[in-house]
C-alpha cells in the first residue's frame, strides 16, 4: 500500500514537473524576439543593467510571478509616403513613395524598438512617414525639378542616408525606399516636357512621312510585282488552259477514236465470221450440191454406160449365139455328110449327094456367120440411134433441162473457174458483213451462167436443118433406118 503511494506520489510530482515546465519554458519563434524583464541580465553587445533579456531562435525558462515575457514582432512594415515638396526652383510638387522596413536583427535594435515601440508597434509606420517626411522636404528642396526627373535614383539615395541615422535609433532598418511618382500641379514639367515633345513630335512626323514615301515606295512596288506576277500568272494560266483544252481535246477524240477502233475491230471479227460463214457455205455446197451433182452424173453416166454394155453384150451375145448355131448346124450336117459318105462311099450318088451338102453347109454357116455380124452391126447402129434420137428428142422438148444436167454434172468446175477471180486477191475487206460476201460469191457464180447462153446458142444452131452432103456409092454396109454411119452426128455431153 505504501509503496502504490509513493508511486502516485512520485507520478504526481513527475506531472507537476512537467507541467511547471511546460509553464516556465518560452519559445521565441523565427519572426519574433521574446522580451524578458523582472530581473538583471546581461545581453550580448549591449553591457549590464539594462533591466531586460531578449531572446531570439531558441527557448527560455521564465519564472512565473518573477519574470514577464513579451514579444515583439520582426515582421516587415510598409508605410506610403504623400509628401508635397517645393524644390530649389520654387515649384511645388507632390512625391509619392513607398518605405519598407523592419526592426533589426541585431540585439540593439531589438532592444531600441523595444523601448520605443514594445507596446506601440502599430504607430511604426506614422513614426517612419514622419521621420521620412521631413527629410524628403529638405532633400527635395535642395533639388531642381530637372535632377528629381532625370537623376531619382539620387534623390532616393539622398533620402535614405539622411534617415538611416534616425532610422537606427529608432532599432529599424529600410529594406526599400521607392519613389513611385512625382505630381506637377503647376504644370511645370508638362511645360518643360512640350519643347521636346513637340521636337518628338516633328521628327515622328519626319518619321511618319519619310515612312510613307518608303511604304508608297514600297507599296508601288510591290504593285509592279504583282502586276508582274498577275502578268506571269496569266501567261502560266493561260498555258495551263491551253494543255487543258488540248488534254480536253484528245480526251473528247478518245471517244471516237476508241469507237472507231471498237468498230474497226468488230469489222476485223465480221470479216472473220464472213470468212468463216462463206467457208462454211462453200462446205454446205460441197454438201448440198457438188456431191450430190457429182453422184447423180455419176449415177446417170454408170447407167449409161451399162445400159450402153448391156445393149453390147446382148448383141454379142446373140450374135455369137446365132455362130454357135451355125456351126453346131454345120457341125451336125458335116457329120451327117461324113456319115453318109462313108456309108454311102461306093456310090457316087451318095458321095455327090455329100459333097453337095457339105458346100451347102458351108455355105449355110458362112452366111450365118455374116447374117449375126450384120445382126450385131445392126443392133449397135439401132442402139446409137435409139440414143442419138432420145437425145435429140429431149433437146428438142426441153434444152434446158438437158443442159442443166450437164451443168450439174460440170458444176464443181464451173465453180472452181468461179472462184479462180479471187485467187489473186490476199486482203479483202467487205463493208456490209457477210451479205456483201454473199453477193460477191454469187456474183462470181453467175459467171458460169455464160456456159448456159453458150450451150442455148449452140443448141439453137444445131436445131436448124442442115443440108445433107452428097455422097458417092459406098461398098460398105447397109444404112441403118436411112442414116449413114459417116452422116451421123454425135454430140458429146458432159465431156470436156
Not at 157 to 184: F, N, P, Y
Amino acid at each position: 500500500m505504501a509503496i502504490g503511494v509513493v508511486a502516485g506520489i512520485v507520478l504526481a510530482a513527475i506531472i507537476g514537473v512537467i507541467g511547471l515546465f511546460k509553464l516556465m519554458w518560452r519559445v521565441a519563434e523565427p519572426n519574433e524576439a521574446l522580451v524578458i524583464s523582472g530581473s538583471a541580465h546581461k545581453t550580448e553587445g549591449i553591457g549590464e543593467g539594462m533591466g531586460f533579456r531578449i531572446v531570439t531562435g531558441r527557448g527560455t525558462l521564465v519564472v512565473p510571478g518573477v519574470q514577464a515575457v513579451r514579444k515583439l514582432s520582426l515582421d516587415l512594415n510598409e508605410t506610403q509616403l504623400n509628401v508635397d515638396c517645393v524644390t530649389h526652383q520654387g515649384i511645388p510638387l507632390r512625391v509619392k513613395g513607398v518605405v519598407i522596413f523592419k526592426i533589426g536583427d541585431d540585439f540593439v535594435s531589438i532592444a531600441n524598438a523595444a523601448r520605443r515601440f514594445l507596446d506601440q508597434q502599430k504607430m511604426m509606420p506614422e513614426r517612419v512617414h514622419i521621420v521620412f517626411a521631413g527629410h524628403l522636404r529638405s532633400i527635395v528642396g535642395g533639388l531642381t525639378v530637372e535632377d528629381m526627373i532625370r537623376d531619382r535614383e539620387k534623390l532616393t539615395g539622398q533620402t535614405r542616408a539622411a534617415c538611416g541615422t534616425e532610422m537606427e535609433k529608432l532599432g529599424l532598418i529600410v529594406d526599400s525606399l521607392q519613389i513611385h511618382e512625382i505630381e506637377d500641379p503647376t504644370g511645370y514639367i508638362k511645360n518643360l516636357a512640350m519643347p521636346h515633345a513637340a521636337a518628338v513630335q516633328r521628327d515622328a512626323r519626319i518619321a511618319q512621312a519619310e515612312a510613307n514615301l518608303r511604304a508608297t515606295e514600297a507599296e508601288q512596288a510591290a504593285f509592279a510585282r504583282m502586276s508582274e506576277a498577275t502578268r506571269d500568272s496569266e501567261i502560266l494560266q493561260a498555258g495551263y488552259q491551253a494543255e487543258r483544252d488540248k488534254a480536253a481535246a484528245t480526251a473528247k477524240q478518245a471517244g471516237p477514236l476508241s469507237e472507231a477502233a471498237a468498230r474497226q475491230e468488230v469489222v476485223v471479227q465480221e470479216t472473220r465470221v464472213a470468212e468463216l460463214e462463206a467457208h462454211r457455205r462453200e462446205q454446205q455446197l460441197q454438201a448440198d450440191v457438188r456431191k450430190p451433182a457429182d453422184a447423180a452424173a455419176y449415177e446417170t453416166r454408170t447407167r449409161a454406160e451399162a445400159e450402153r454394155d448391156a445393149r453390147i453384150s446382148a448383141a454379142q451375145a446373140k450374135a455369137k449365139e446365132t455362130e454357135l448355131a451355125a456351126a453346131a448346124e454345120a457341125t451336125r450336117v458335116t457329120t451327117a455328110a461324113t456319115a453318109d459318105a462313108q456309108a454311102t462311099e461306093a456310090r457316087g450318088i451318095a458321095a455327090a449327094k455329100a459333097t453337095r451338102a457339105t458346100g451347102e453347109a458351108e455355105a449355110a454357116a458362112t452366111q450365118a456367120k455374116g447374117l449375126a455380124v450384120a445382126a450385131s452391126a445392126k443392133a449397135k447402129g439401132l442402139a446409137e440411134a435409139d440414143a442419138i434420137k432420145a437425145r435429140a428428142a429431149a433437146l428438142a422438148e426441153n434444152q434446158e433441162a438437158v443442159v442443166a444436167q450437164q451443168l450439174a454434172e460440170n458444176w464443181p468446175a464451173i465453180v472452181q473457174a468461179g472462184a479462180g477471180a479471187f485467187g489473186n486477191v490476199e486482203h479483202m475487206v467487205l463493208l456490209n458483213g457477210a451479205e456483201g460476201m454473199s453477193e460477191m460469191f454469187a456474183k462470181a457464180l453467175t459467171m458460169g451462167g455464160t456456159g448456159l447462153g453458150l450451150a442455148r446458142q449452140l443448141l439453137s444452131s444445131m436445131s436448124q436443118p442442115q443440108p445433107q452432103p452428097t455422097s458417092a456409092p459406098s461398098s460398105g454396109p447397109t444404112p441403118v433406118n436411112g442414116t449413114s454411119p459417116s452422116s451421123s452426128h454425135q454430140i458429146p455431153i458432159g465431156e470436156e
